[in-house]
């Protein structure tokens, strides 16, 4: 299974990458596929999440295809 | 209902009287209650240049869609135009403009300013601000107040 993982602003350049593609077995959560996407490092607490382009609170479980999104908090208007 | 991404600069005055000439609301709207959001030359304590505004594609759409289905289900709103740029952003370019109209002025404003508050907090854009010593990323909106 894999899911696309997207990254914006800040968190993009920091990072240095924008999406990329996990593959995984079944049963993952959100914040082990940060780790498996960062290097072990654990989530920063301050990243807002979105799965298929909702926003989602807490460690909620993955589907093969999801889109998954990290960002930091949002300054429009 | 309208609501559009734009990379090019726009005159909201102009918008809202083209949008409401094609609605078919003609006698029963009694208030207009229009926020133009503009960008300003200073943040934080220091001169701005210009900016760079970042958005989730796709998502950004859909969470102002959602934003502005709740404002209808929360007051009496006849219709709503929400324009929000993106990509480059020079000082005095209007970065956003809501538009609500209702039969009555209480709905009309309770629905914008819902709007433009959810859209501050919640809508996923990213600011960059160019300053005259470098760039930064804008980390967190106001209140909405002057502080000083």
Known sequence: MAVTVKYFASLRETLGRNEETIEFEDGMRLSRLWKKA???EPMPESLMTAVNMEYVKGDVELADGDEVAFFPAVTGG | MRIEIRKEVFEPYREV???????????????????????????????????????YPGMTEKHLHEIAAQAGERWRVLDCLILHRVGEIRIDDVIVLVAVWS???GDAMDACRYIIEDLKSRAPFWKKEQLDD???????NTTGYSEE
């Open chain 1, 38 to 40: 960062n290097d072990g």
């Open chain 2, 17 to 55: 009287a083209a949008y409401q000439k094609i609605l078919a609301i003609t006698g029963k709207a009694g208030a207009t209650c229009v926020f133009v959001g503009t960008m300003r030359d200073f943040n934080e304590g220091s001169s701005v240049r210009g900016m760079t505004l970042e958005h």
């Open chain 2, 103 to 105: 039969a009555h002025r």
């Open chain 2, 134 to 140: 470098g760039e930064r990323w804008v980390e967190s």
